[in-house]
């Protein structure tokens, strides 16, 4: 690891350059101050192009970051003193670029932050939009700086997976909005419409928060398609914005929700796997149907029991859906052709079967081919290797937790 030892090192030129705003949008690089910091922003896969580390912790970084990569320097308690210019020494600094979060398509709910100063509660905003699914957030100011050390620690590093956009003022923020869409609503004391009364078109919505001293601009106000309040005790002027946005973001974006419930209904995860997989078994069915009169639900399970070598009638039933009234009618047919013998409660398939199934493999191919007729190789390949990350993610979830003790 290299050592340095003067403030006149172009690494230590360039980490203290990134304590300002200023410094910060000129290299395009953000300061990661601490441990804790640099950990967030790997984990949001931010490029860090090195790590300061004080000779006291430089084994505990080696040994830390060993597989990463990094390119890691030792300096003096002195020297990383100086880069912050605290009178207390941050151990392990690091110096990254500022993420590139690609604009998503998918931004039903976006808050924007009209010339809010305070760094903590920009942070507080990410941090409580992201708990909502809400990741893009957009500044009215060029100003404006997501990256300043109070942000990234109040937002616990969700600043590095946010979508930021920047914008001049308000004219222009407002002619964003409303060439995409958004239905703008705004916070305000002076609201006409308390929010919990609110109600929504199913179109997205853009929520405006203003400044802690003066509030939304007038240009927000004038051009709300809803001004909203939070009704308080008149012993209390106002909300800090923090939470203030937080009370809205929940109200709101749950009246967003039951707006666009049948909407959001057919886009789950679930029903699309559901719909998919339901179709896939009605193909099969229809092609199984010209040389069989097995049901691809019991060409499937055959499938299984060949593999397994054997199988419990209780897990037929969970594996299957089927209920253990309808147990015998779906075993039935494949006792009676002496494709699945049954010992007592367990199942085997019979040599048989095991030929049927060999017969039945090139239906059950065509179908395969047929269904995924468009796509190329590479998506096939995909496609599976995407089916088998579902499962493997639903498996983690049906894991027992590790008892913590």
């Known amino acids: 690891m290299e050592k340095i030892t003067s403030i006149k090192n172009e690494r230590i030129i360039l980490a203290r350059e990134l304590m300002t705003a200023k410094g910060r949008q000129e290299h395009g690089d953000v300061l990661l101050e601490g441990e804790q910091v640099i950990d967030w922003a790997l984990e949001n896969h931010v490029n860090i192009k090195y790590i300061l580390v004080v000779d006291s912790s430089a084994e505990y970084a080696r040994d830390k970051y060993r597989d990463k990569g990094l390119s890691i320097s030792v300096t003096s308690p002195g020297v990383q003193r100086k880069i912050t210019n605290r009178n207390y020494i941050i151990p392990l600094i690091g110096v990254g670029s500022k993420p590139d979060i690609p604009m998503s398509h998918d931004n ?17 905003i990410v941090r409580t939009s992201h708990a909502f699914g809400i990741c893009r957030i957009m500044l009215t100011s060029q100003e404006s700086d997501l990256f300043n050390k ?3 620690d109040a937002s616990r590093g969700k600043v590095f997976s946010t979508e930021c956009m920047q914008f001049k003022n308000e004219t222009s923020t407002i002619d964003y909005l409303r060439n995409n869409g958004y239905q703008i609503v705004v916070t305000s004391p002076r ?3 308390l929010q919990s009364l609110l109600e929504l078109p199913p179109t997205p919505v853009a929520l405006i928060v203003g400044n802690e001293s003066n509030g939304v601009g007038s240009q927000f106000i004038q051009e709300a398609d809803f001004l909203i309040q939070i009704p308080m005790s008149r012993e209390i002027e106002s909300l800090n914005v923090g939470v203030s946005t937080g009370i809205s973001i929940y109200e709101i974006r749950l009246k967003q929700i039951m707006a666009t419930i049948e909407k959001q209904i057919k886009s789950t995860l679930g029903r699309d796997m559901n719909v998919a997989a339901m179709l896939v078994q009605r193909a099969l069915d229809v092609e199984l149907g010209k040389v069989s009169e097995l049901s691809s639900k019991q060409v499937v399970f055959m499938m ?5 070598q054997e199988m419990v009638i209780n897990n037929v039933c969970v594996q299957f859906g089927i209920l253990p009234e309808d147990i015998p009618d779906f075993l039935g047919p494949l006792k009676q052709k002496e494709l699945v013998i049954q010992r007592d409660q367990t199942l085997n398939i019979t040599s048989l079967g095991v030929d049927l199934l060999g017969k039945l493999w090139f239906t059950i191919e065509n179908t ?4 995924l007729a468009e796509f ?5 390949r995909e496609l599976r290797e995407l089916i088998k990350k579902v499962q493997s993610g639903c498996i983690k979830l049906l894991e027992p937790s590790e008892n913590p003790e």
């Open 304 to 308: 299984v029991l060949k593999c397994d």
């Open 376 to 380: 190329s190789t590479d998506e096939v």
């Open 368 to 371: 395969e081919a047929k269904i």
């Open 108 to 124: 039903k709910f976006v808050v924007v932050l009209d010339q809010v100063k305070d760094f903590g509660n920009i942070g507080t």
């Open 191 to 193: 609201g006409d419409t």
């Open 150 to 152: 109070k942000t990234i």
